[in-house]
């Protein structure tokens, strides 16, 4: 039986530091809100940034963690989507709310319940921590940052648009693939980088044209005159990598690659300080937290609606991972694996 009144958590008692692993008190739902025993989290760049670099941390102690699954153990007042029991898929909000107790690297905790999604009996709980930062990502870029709509949502002001989407890091933590994926469902062209050997499962995606980033003046000019050849102009591009050796190739091929509509990027990372900012290309950083204040509209349209849609329907092939660790002993481990590079696959705690 899942012990529900113990909490353990992966804790940050001063900047820069490993965790601690702390008991807290269980805590309680509010109205529109879950407590979820975590059965799985997913392991991103954004927490190993912030915990190394004290990034977007108000104050000490701290939990960080985004991605998870779990299980219902109580809903709070005016929820009637989910009750006790009931497996679930849950996008941690700790990041804005600066409470502990939104923060998913513990094992319990409270997320709103309009970011949450049933997980189905098909997939495992360590699967499902694979999705909400992914989607959420993929999602900002396109409806936000892009203003493309996609299918199922509410339309979207007239504006030019873009056939082409590069997506550089095409296989990286999830992010890039789900990028790939929805942008078909939007019904753009899309073109990729990665690792050769992710190459056919990109295709498998509906890539158009993907090419190993390793060599990045040949990358360059292989996607310029693929583009030209297509006939679709690359307008927009999505960095899921986003380092200082990747966001000038970018601009590169958004420069040269043709088109008299606006250029934009999305880019995953704070923009460095050594890369000098572009001309003539709109860069913003995508922004995962902003789903739960600015696009609540989308949050709620997403986790409400499309994802669940999306699940059922089989239509959207999650990306591969790897279970690094077990327990919020486990988190400190996996993050510094993710720090040393990880290629095409997720990684997760299971708890």
């Given amino acids: 039986m899942t012990d529900q009144t113990?909490?353990?958590?992966?804790?940050?008692?001063?900047?820069?530091s490993d965790f601690l692993i702390q008991e807290r008190p269980v805590p309680s739902p509010g109205p529109g809100e879950l407590l979820i025993r975590n059965h799985a989290v997913g392991l991103n760049p954004i927490d190993g940034l912030r915990q190394a670099h004290d990034f977007l941390i108000s104050s000490y102690p701290a939990i960080l963690g985004t991605d998870l699954s779990g299980v219902v153990?109580?809903?709070?007042?005016?929820?009637?989507?989910?009750?006790?029991g009931d497996r679930i898929i849950g996008f941690a909000h700790g990041l804005v709310s600066?409470?502990?107790?939104?923060?998913?690297?513990?094992?319990?905790?409270?997320?709103?319940?309009?970011?949450?999604?049933?997980?189905?009996?098909?997939?495992?709980f360590a699967q499902g921590a694979t999705l909400p930062t992914a989607v959420g990502?993929?999602?900002?870029?396109?409806?936000?940052i892009f203003a493309i709509a996609l299918p199922g949502y509410p339309a979207l002001p007239p504006a030019p648009r873009p056939t082409a989407l590069l997506v550089w890091g095409g296989a990286s933590a999830g992010v890039g693939a789900m990028t790939v994926q929805l942008a078909r469902r939007a019904g753009l062209t899309v073109f990729a980088t990665a690792s050769p050997h992710h190459h056919a499962r990109l295709r498998a995606l509906g890539v158009a044209y993907v090419v190993d980033y390793h060599d990045a003046p040949a990358a360059v000019d292989e996607l310029v005159a693929a583009a030209k050849r297509e006939g679709t102009p690359i307008g927009l591009a999505v960095d899921a990598i986003s380092q200082p050796g990747t966001l000038p190739v970018v601009l590169e091929v958004l420069r040269r690659s043709g088109g008299d509509g606006r250029k934009v990027l999305s880019h995953t990372r704070p923009w460095p300080e050594e890369v000098e900012r572009p001309e003539g290309v709109e860069a913003r950083m995508v922004r995962g937290d902003d789903l739960w204040n600015r696009r609540e509209d989308v949050c709620e349209w997403l986790y409400g609606e499309a994802l669940p849609k999306w699940l059922a329907e089989g239509q959207l092939v999650l990306s591969p991972f790897?279970?690094?660790?077990?327990?919020?002993?486990?988190?400190?481990?996996?993050?510094?694996?993710?720090a040393k590079g990880v290629s095409g696959e997720k990684l997760v705690v299971e708890m």
Avoid at 74 to 80: D, E, H, K, R
Avoid at 108 to 119: D, P, S, T
Avoid at 322 to 338: D, M, N, S, T, Y
């Fill in 6 to 16: 113990t909490n353990f958590a992966a804790v940050l008692t001063t900047p820069k």
């Fill in 73 to 84: 153990i109580q809903a709070g007042a005016s929820v009637t989507t989910f009750q006790p």
């Fill in 322 to 338: 790897r279970v690094v660790g077990h327990g919020v002993a486990g988190i400190q481990g996996g993050l510094w694996e993710l």
């Fill in 137 to 144: 990502t993929a999602t900002m870029s396109l409806l936000d």
């Fill in 98 to 124: 600066h409470n502990l107790a939104n923060a998913a690297f513990q094992t319990h905790v409270v997320i709103k319940a309009n970011a949450a999604v049933a997980l189905s009996a098909t997939m495992t």
